[in-house]
């Protein structure tokens, strides 16, 4: 089912290009521009085409998206930032913004009535929806806010989510089986991010679509199909270096290798900004296993498939580096429970292949 509805929706993809207006426009023409621009709304109706479900699901995630973007927003006034006083299944301190991006997500997702189980960072536990009448063919894996550790200090923030198609018997409740699937099986993903403008990236498996959020009418309305540049890009790195001291030494030679060729530093430390930032500008994002975690530190089904998915999507590639004994394709990792762990290096394929060769000349 998946695969022919990726093929149905392909059709009509091409077709959003010609509906945006021109970018530039006067200011005597911004309301024009505001009646004329093609909505999030309008791309989820025609790029569905007939599957209401999936319309209804992916309706329910722009909802959570404008509903955590106006928590975020006012969490200064509101006393929502710090700590919650807790941590999450993960072993994360939670912050308050955790707890109310959660419950944003799972409700908005429960109240569409076309998912089946429902995993998230801060929960220990997948959620079966166990009522038929309420439930559907999707599973959804989601970070309700990734990077929630600068969200104190007004740094870039966003959401992540990946979807399945349930392949467990529909005349009952959903098993974890449905969610602990490769990503190369996931028939959507995408990510909002919240930062000077909020911004939601959606892909359902053929091309990878950018909107931003008009706040004056409340939707969101497309920005671009996004591709990363084929040449490479910026030169530009992005890894946490504090924990040079336990990589790979492939990984070491890698980050030693840009800054003698004149590569820029950049790491946000919120995996949706330094994503973001990569497959616009260029260069590449890692987050390697080391000594101290051996399957790296990000997590496969919500962070790790998504991004994977929208990279190679956007023509970038997504590999795990050195895993398991093996070098291989993010998406192709099969996670053991729902927060299993894999390590990420993302980006333009000029860089990316340098990594895995210094991988393969190690051996």
Same mark, same amino acid.
């Given at each position: =089912?998946?695969?022919?509805? =990726?093929?149905?929706?392909?059709?009509?993809?091409?077709?959003?290009?010609? +509906?945006?207006?021109?970018?530039?426009?006067?200011?005597?023409?911004?309301?024009?521009?505001?009646? &004329?621009?093609?909505?999030?709304?309008? *791309?989820? !109706?025609? &790029?569905?085409?007939?599957?209401?479900?999936?319309?209804?699901?992916?309706?329910?995630?722009?909802? +959570?998206?404008?509903?955590?973007?106006?928590?975020?927003?006012?969490?200064?006034?509101?006393?929502?930032?710090?700590?919650?006083?807790?941590?999450?299944? &993960?072993? $994360?301190?939670?912050?308050?913004?955790?707890?109310?991006?959660?419950?944003?997500?799972?409700?908005?997702?429960?109240?569409?009535?076309?998912?089946?189980?429902?995993?998230?960072?801060?929960?220990?536990?997948?959620?079966?929806?166990?009522?038929?009448?309420?439930?559907?063919?999707?599973?959804?894996? /989601?970070?309700?806010?990734?990077?929630?550790?600068?969200?104190?200090?007004?740094?870039?923030?966003?959401?992540?989510?990946?979807?399945?198609?349930?392949?467990?018997?529909?005349?009952?409740?959903?098993?974890?089986?449905?969610?602990?699937?490769?990503?190369?099986?996931?028939? +959507?993903?995408?990510?909002?991010?919240?930062?000077?403008?909020?911004?939601?990236?959606?892909?359902?498996?053929?091309?990878? /679509?950018?909107?931003?959020?008009?706040?004056?009418?409340?939707?969101?309305? /497309?920005?671009?199909? #996004?591709? =990363?540049?084929?040449?490479?890009?910026?030169?530009? *790195?992005?890894?946490?270096?504090?924990?040079?001291?336990?990589? $790979?030494?492939?990984?070491? $030679? /890698?980050? !030693?290798?840009?800054?003698?060729?004149?590569?820029?530093?950049?790491?946000?430390?919120? #995996?949706?900004?330094?994503?973001?930032?990569?497959? @616009?500008?260029?260069?590449?994002?890692?987050?390697?296993?080391?000594?101290?975690?051996?399957?790296?530190?990000?997590?496969?089904?919500?962070?790790?498939?998504?991004?994977? #998915?929208?990279?190679?999507?956007?023509?970038?590639?997504?590999? !795990?580096? #050195?895993?398991?004994?093996?070098?291989?394709?993010?998406?192709?990792? =099969?996670?053991?429970?729902?927060?299993?762990?894999?390590?990420?290096?993302?980006?333009?394929?000029?860089?990316?292949?340098?990594?895995?060769? @210094?991988?393969?000349?190690?051996?």
């Amino acid at each position: =089912m998946a695969q022919s509805g =990726m093929k149905r929706e392909t059709s009509s993809l091409g077709n959003v290009a010609a +509906a945006v207006p021109p970018r530039a426009l006067p200011e005597k023409d911004l309301l024009q521009n505001r009646t &004329t621009s093609y909505t999030l709304t309008q *791309f989820i !109706t025609s &790029t569905t085409e007939g599957d209401q479900q999936l319309a209804l699901l992916m309706n329910a995630v722009q909802h +959570a998206c404008k509903v955590c973007a106006n928590a975020i927003k006012k969490a200064g006034p509101c006393d929502l930032y710090g700590l919650a006083g807790s941590a999450n299944s &993960t072993g $994360d301190d939670v912050k308050k913004l955790d707890i109310i991006a959660n419950t944003v997500w799972v409700d908005c997702m429960k109240s569409s009535g076309v998912c089946c189980l429902l995993v998230s960072e801060e929960e220990e536990e997948p959620i079966v929806i166990e009522d038929a009448d309420k439930r559907g063919p999707f599973a959804v894996a /989601f970070d309700p806010l990734d990077g929630s550790s600068n969200v104190d200090c007004n740094v870039s923030v966003g959401s992540i989510f990946s979807v399945y198609r349930r392949q467990s018997p529909d005349d009952g409740p959903a098993t974890v089986k449905d969610i602990l699937r490769p990503g190369s099986e996931c028939i +959507a993903a995408g990510y909002s991010m919240f930062g000077a403008a909020t911004e939601l990236v959606i892909t359902y498996g053929a091309g990878v /679509f950018r909107f931003a959020l008009d706040p004056s009418i409340g939707e969101f309305v /497309f920005v671009e199909e #996004m591709k =990363m540049p084929k040449s490479g890009g910026k030169k530009i *790195f992005s890894c946490n270096e504090g924990n040079a001291h336990s990589w $790979d030494k492939p990984i070491q $030679d /890698f980050v !030693t290798e840009c800054k003698q060729a004149g590569y820029s530093a950049r790491y946000v430390g919120s #995996m949706v900004s330094d994503v973001h930032r990569t497959l @616009l500008y260029g260069g590449v994002f890692l987050y390697p296993a080391d000594k101290k975690s051996k399957k790296g530190k990000l997590r496969v089904l919500y962070e790790g498939f998504p991004m994977a #998915m929208i990279t190679e999507q956007a023509g970038g590639v997504a590999s !795990t580096g #050195m895993y398991l004994g093996k070098i291989g394709r993010v998406l192709d990792v =099969m996670p053991e429970q729902i927060h299993d762990r894999c390590p990420i290096i993302m980006g333009g394929a000029r860089d990316v292949e340098r990594v895995l060769n @210094l991988y393969k000349n190690a051996d």
